[in-house]
């Protein structure tokens, strides 16, 4: 198979015609309500001095993340919904599949410097300042940004190395593992193989970090009441952000390595996009809610 000319077919959508209009509307308002409630965060924060503090700068920067991921799946889906086939080019799959995974990563990164940054305000409060410089923070903002982008990227160009078979994908959307899967001869694979798990392991200390950070943070936070308000006020956000980002993202990824393919093309298609709704609408409720300089500013 030509790979560069050729067409991928998404099947994922094939057991959906009957209801695709009333999917079209409800992706339709899923995808506004992402983008309102995150520019309205996004807006308030850019726009009040008072928020121009590391921990609003990094929810900025999380929002504006969400966007960026949103927009690589929502307007491609909702075209899909719409038209009688279901395709995408080659070059435009591996696109895709950049944006969403390199957009799931600097996801779990920014929770990595929340938790970080909560870290440094509650047990270490007379150096946080110090600790937590503009210009730290323009650094660890441009980490979590720039490098799981390259890092994806890495993985999408020995992707592009491979030789296909097959031009059918069985998914709403296109998954760099999927497409590697579709290689004639799995043993060219292995070099994509290791970076992979290379990656995994690299965001899963990511993972190991944030939980040593708010093990650490309860174990201060116990003998405190101040430091117990702090943690209520500003880290349960923080944790409810990230238990729902682990749990959609870690059910995605398990099901695409192990899951069975004998299950209902709707509860496929729901594993598959539930890591893209879910959090993209919690995350700005759960912040607007919490926080209360936001909710202040947002009802002003």
Known sequence: MD?????????GLSETRNYRF????????????????????????????????????LLCTFCMNGLYGSSGFYPKFLWDL?????????????????V????????????????????????????????????????????????????MSTNIFLTSRLKLCSCHI??????????VSLACYPADTTLNNIVAYITIIFYLLHG???????????KTCVNSAENRAKFMQTCVPHLASLLTFLVTGLLDIMYIR??????????????AIEFLIIPQIMNPLIYGLKLKKIQHRILI
């Not at 995408?88 to 950049?98: M, P, T």
Request: charge should be positive; include cysteine.
């Open 100 to 151: 969403m995974y390199s957009f799931v990563c600097s996801d779990l990164s920014i929770l990595a410097v929340m938790a970080y940054d909560r870290y440094l305000a509650i047990c270490r409060p007379l150096e946080y300042h110090s600790l937590m410089s503009k210009q730290r923070l323009v650094k660890l903002v441009c980490f979590s940004v720039i490098t799981p982008f390259c890092i």
């Open 170 to 179: 069985a998914r709403l959307f296109c998954v760099n593992w999927i497409i």
């Open 208 to 218: 190991a970090f944030i939980v040593w950070s708010y093990m650490y943070l309860i």
């Open 258 to 271: 192990y899951g069975s393919r004998d299950l209902p093309q709707t509860v496929q298609n729901f594993i």
């Open 3 to 11: 790979n560069v000319s050729s067409m991928f077919f998404l099947s």
């Open 22 to 57: 009333i999917i079209f509307f409800l992706t339709l308002l899923c995808y506004c309500t992402i983008l309102v409630f995150n520019s309205i965060l996004i807006v308030t924060i850019i726009i009040d001095k008072t928020l121009h503090e590391p921990m609003y700068i």
């Open 82 to 98: 719409l038209s009688p086939v279901h395709v995408i080019s080659y070059s435009g799959c591996l696109i895709q599949a950049l």
